[in-house]
């Protein structure tokens, strides 16, 4: 059995993603690791951090975005089958560059594709997802934050990733990620496993460049730096403690990242939200409510949430 892991980014480091310990966390599992790297700024170090990994697991592949591709997002699914398309393992493993695996888990992930590589039926395996906040102790546990996503697939050229990236799914015949015509949702297993999510915790002013880059590719380049040249410099969070604390431990690969953060007096503990920007969606009354709901009348399922996939039972 062979894994590939893959990838894409462009001006991550500059944009404070954890790109370098996403690949490691996940290398040690892995046969190769595939990743997507697009041209960036000047003054972004990404593809030289990536290289300074120094495995000869890890293939760069060099790109450059074409801007008639950032629009709803496109672009990010352009990137990812750049790289999944490159890879030869029976079992592709994506990570975001914002995604980390802990350590304890890579026992049960590579056991589960053991145990599933010959049915093939399944075309995925199905994670546990933890969004975090702010900062490294806080994450969202209500309404609207996917709790699960695919993130292994199995290689089979039919297999896109799809829409904005977040997902994967079976095109009979592909032209663009966001058809709905000539396509299904992926057979899947679930894995006992956990993706952590760090692509909301970062220093507000980074948070807001972040934001801008992430706009970029789905309202288009002008509108997005029209909209944020007026916008404030600094992201707010708002108040902490309308969310989940952390309790656990973090992978050991975000140790140092997490040893650096520096803007924590920049947060807000508690109170309520500034009245003077558009409330975050766990913050709408909507969404609150929906949240109350799931947790203490519906077991901590969410209701009518994205879900593209169909659970097998294995």
């Not at 008639?68 to 398309?85: E, L």
Request: proline residues 5%; glycine residues 6%.
């Amino acid at each position: 059995m062979k894994i590939s892991g893959f990838s894409f980014v462009r001006n991550g480091v500059k944009l404070y993603y954890p790109i370098v310990e996403a690949i490691k966390s996940i290398l040690p599992i892995c046969d190769e690791f595939v990743i997507a790297i697009g041209k960036g700024d000047e003054d972004d170090e990404t593809r030289a951090r990536v290289a300074a990994i120094n495995d000869p697991k890890i293939r760069i592949i060099d790109t450059v975005w074409d801007p008639k591709y950032c629009v709803r997002g496109a672009i990010n699914s352009w990137q990812t089958d750049i790289a999944m398309k490159e890879c030869s393992g029976d079992w592709l493993f994506y990570l975001q560059a914002d995604e980390v695996v802990h350590e304890d888990d890579l026992p049960t992930i590579k056991a589960r594709c053991e145990e599933l590589l010959n049915d093939r039926e399944v075309e995925g395996l199905l994670f546990n997802y933890c969004h975090f906040w702010g900062d490294y102790q806080h994450y969202h546990t209500g309404h609207g934050w996917y709790p699960h996503e695919i993130r292994i697939v199995r290689n089979l050229p039919k297999t896109h990733s799809y829409q904005s990236a977040q997902s994967f799914r079976h095109f009979e015949v592909y032209e663009h990620p966001r058809q709905e015509t000539n396509t299904r949702k992926l057979n899947v297993a679930k894995v006992n496993a956990r993706i952590f999510h760090y692509g909301w915790v970062r220093p507000p002013h980074l948070m807001q460049n972040k934001r801008r880059a992430l706009d970029s590719v789905h309202w288009g380049r002008d509108k997005a730096e029209a909209y944020y040249d007026k916008a404030p410099e600094y992201f707010d969070y708002g108040p902490l403690d309308r969310l989940g604390v952390f309790k656990k431990t973090h992978p050991a690969v975000m140790a140092e990242m997490i040893s650096q953060m520096n803007w924590q007096d920049k947060l807000q503990a508690s109170g309520k939200p500034n009245p003077f920007r558009q409330p975050h969606k766990h913050e709408t009354p909507r969404v609150r409510i929906l949240s109350w709901v799931e947790k203490y009348l519906n077991g901590g399922k969410q209701l009518g949430t994205f879900k593209n996939y169909q659970l097998l039972k294995r």
